[in-house]
């Protein structure tokens, strides 16, 4: 079986061609609004998708995208305009975790600066830090903040070597909301 961080590696090589440093801004504002500022809403977000016509993502590019082991459904789309502009992608998903149901929410981008991006995403968010883990090439940080009156938790992969044109992958997880 491939592992994630292989399927990762690839697909952002791939990709780094057209890749050109991004601005963290308008980086963490899709994060912020596709993921934070509601809180990850799977039923709503796959709506919206389908809505706008967003091009689909492969379901194990969506999968190596999440940070839950065994979602019980899960969507993605491509969010890039084209060729030219770095690489986006949104996904979303529903897993149980210790009984509980809950949301999920990444985005994935290609040319971002990972420093600035985590610096203006925590300007965003008043997250509290709950620990790192540092692999081979990447850091996964993860944090506890409120998200759309929800406790989520949020986790950034970022790379252990940062060059200013970075991929990065930022996740939100929180308890499922049941719309009446």
């Given at each position: ?5 292989f399927?990762l ?7 780094a061609?057209?890749a050109?440093g ?9 994060f912020r ?28 590019m969506?999968?190596a ?17 084209g060729?030219a502009?770095?690489?986006?992608a949104?996904?979303?998903?529903k897993a ?11 985005v ?31 850091i ?10 929800r ?27 049941i719309?009446?």
């Open positions: 079986m491939t592992s994630k961080p399927l590696f690839a697909f952002f090589l791939l990709t061609a057209t050109s991004q601005d963290a801004g308008p980086a963490v504002e899709v609004t596709r993921c934070l500022a509601e809180g990850p809403r799977f039923d709503k977000t796959v709506a919206l998708a389908k809505h706008e016509e967003w091009p689909e993502l492969a379901a194990d969506a999968m995208f999440t940070p839950v082991g065994e979602p019980s459904a899960i969507e993605g789309w491509i969010a890039s305009k060729e502009d770095a690489f986006q949104l996904v979303v998903y149980e975790i210790a009984g509980k149901p809950v949301e999920g929410c990444t994935a981008l290609s040319g971002t600066d990972a420093a600035a991006f985590e610096r203006a995403l925590l300007a965003v968010v008043q997250a509290k830090s709950m620990g790192e883990e540092t692999g081979e090439d990447t996964y940080k993860r944090y506890s903040a409120q998200v759309a009156g406790e989520g938790a949020i986790t950034v992969a970022l790379p252990r070597y940062p060059k200013g044109t970075d991929q990065v992958i930022a996740s939100v997880v929180a308890q499922q909301v719309d009446n």
